[in-house]
């Protein structure tokens, strides 16, 4: 049915965006570690920076790796999810994975 591969493209959108903020912490962590600095740099790579040196400043140690505050299920609406929206609630257009690129 559809309701199940919408749900497995909200999920798959969810995995393949966790995955991608923690290759980005973890490059960050590698650029704060190396005491690297850029000239220039993407908007969600300025994030994970910022969010090393917060870890960083409250716990004096950074993790190797991102930690997941929740995992994604397939049952949650994302989207891929079909709503109808009022003149009022227009949608976005972009899924978490477009907007971090």
């Given amino acids: 049915s559809v309701d199940a591969l919408v749900g497995l493209l909200n999920y798959w959108d969810k995995v393949v965006t966790l995955t991608l903020a923690g290759i980005l912490f973890q490059k960050a962590v590698l650029d704060w570690d190396l005491k690297n600095e850029r000239e220039f740099a993407d908007g969600p790579m300025v994030e994970m920076a910022e969010k090393v040196v917060n870890i960083f400043s409250k716990t004096e140690s950074v993790p190797a790796k ?3 505050q929740e995992l994604p299920k397939a049952a949650d609406a994302g989207p891929f999810t079909h709503v109808n929206h009022s ?3 227009e949608p976005t257009g972009l899924t978490s994975l477009q907007g971090k690129l």
């Fill in 66 to 68: 991102l930690r997941l």
């Fill in 87 to 89: 003149k009022g609630n």
